[in-house]
Each structure stands twice: as C-alpha cells, then as structure tokens.
C-alpha cells in the first residue's frame, strides 16, 4: 500500500500562473516532507521541505503548505516559469536511530509550464 | 566537487548475469543510499548505509548486495540480474544527524539498467 501518493500524474500551467502540485500520505509519524524535483537524465534535487510541525514554508517562489489534519501537502510555485517544467516528487520522512532518513517518494508529477 | 558520482550511465546485461554499479561521493557524508525508480511508483529505497562497514535493507532489497569499507563508496551488486531489475538506479548520500533534524540527500545522475 503507498504510504505517499500524487494522485495527479500530470500538470500544464501557462507561464506567470500559479502551479499547484498535490500529494497525500497515510502514516502520521512522518517527520518531514520534502519536494524534489528531476530533470530528465539526472538525478531529483532537493526543492524544499516542512517539518511535521509546521504548517507552512517559503523559499522565493515555492511555498509548501501541510494539513496533518487531512495528511495532504501541496507545492505552490509562483509565477511559474518554462524552467520549472520537469517531475516533481512528493515525498516524506522518517527517521530512523542512527539518525537516518528513510524517504519514501510518491509517484511523481510532471510539471508543464507553456508560454 | 564533483558530488555524488555513479557509472556506469547506461547498461545492459542478460538474464542471470552479474555486475556491480558504482557509486563514490566527495562530500565526507555519512549516509548513502540506493534507490530505484520505476514508471508510476516513484523512487523506491533498496538498500542504505550509516557509515564505513554498516549496511541496512531498505524497501526491496532482494536480489542486490551492498558493502561499504570506505566512507566514500557505495557499490550496489546484482548476483543473478532479472528483468525484473530493468530500471534506472539511483545512489544518494546525506550528512549524519544527531539530532533527528532532516539533512538533504544529494542524488546522483542515475544509472539506466536494462535486463534481457
């Protein structure tokens, strides 16, 4: 069963709008929540992240916001841009003794932004 | 800087074959990981280290082996390749933590198996 879903596998957002991009989890002992986002041919990079404790946070145009209520996270980016046209991952954290973080991603979403 | 490195970038093997994918990282982290990615279920955690000689199984370790002797390299082994082992590998490494905060892991570019 997944524990991190993105039940949008795609989204096209016209150039200088709001992309909102979704994700639901299931196991409410995550500790973190992070967005990575992928180019093709290369490896996710880290977007941003939110602790469990946390309801939201800003870094320049892309905002996550966190409902432990309803265990859903969403990625807001404004104004989108072409370059930001790539898979976005949804995915979250659990830490493990020893201090390891055991990711577990959701599916992904591949963002289009046209002009 | 080079970050976190893998080879090869692209190969192929026949059923019941075996290689080893490289992974070395310049960033003195203690953590490193193997994940796969597969089409519609996102990047999947195969096996991972906390540091030089101590290794752990993630989400869908069978078939795959790791060691870790020096704190720079990862390599993940395929015994027996199968189809079923057809993705694209990925290897990341992260600082070590003691005080259960979130540090990044940095992946690297990827490794495209293809199993015959």
């Known amino acids: ?5 993105q039940n949008s596998p795609s989204l096209s957002v016209q150039e200088g709008r709001i992309s909102i991009l979704n994700c639901d989890y299931t ?30 946070n800003e870094d320049g145009r892309f905002t996550v916001f966190l409902n432990k ?12 841009q072409p370059g930001d046209s790539a898979v976005y991952f949804c995915a979250a954290s659990e830490v493990f003794s020893g201090g390891y973080n055991k990711l577990i991603f959701g599916a992904g979403t591949r963002l289009a932004v046209h002009p | 800087n080079a970050g976190v490195t893998q080879t090869p970038k692209f190969q192929v093997l026949k059923t019941g074959q075996s290689m080893t994918l490289q992974c070395a990282q310049d960033m003195n982290h203690e953590y490193m990981s193997w994940y796969r990615q597969d089409p519609g279920m996102g990047l999947r955690l195969i096996h991972y280290s906390v540091g030089a000689g101590i290794t752990d199984q993630g989400e869908v370790p069978n078939g795959y082996n790791v060691s870790r002797s020096t704190t720079e390299d990862f ?42």
Not at chain 2, 83 to 102: H, I, K, L, M, N
């Open chain 1, 1 to 5: 069963d997944q524990q991190v879903k």
């Open chain 1, 69 to 80: 209520s309803a265990k859903h996270l969403s990625l807001h980016i404004v104004p989108s």
């Open chain 1, 27 to 56: 196991n409410s002992m995550f500790d973190y929540f992070l967005w990575y986002k992928k180019y093709p041919a290369e490896g996710p990079t880290f977007l941003i992240s939110i602790s469990s404790i946390k309801d939201k």
């Open chain 2, 75 to 116: 390599p993940l082994r395929l015994l027996s390749a199968a189809p079923s082992q057809t993705s694209v590998y990925f290897c990341a490494s992260s600082r070590g933590t003691a005080d259960f905060s979130y540090n990044e892991q940095f992946f690297g570019p990827g490794t495209r198996l293809t199993v015959l």
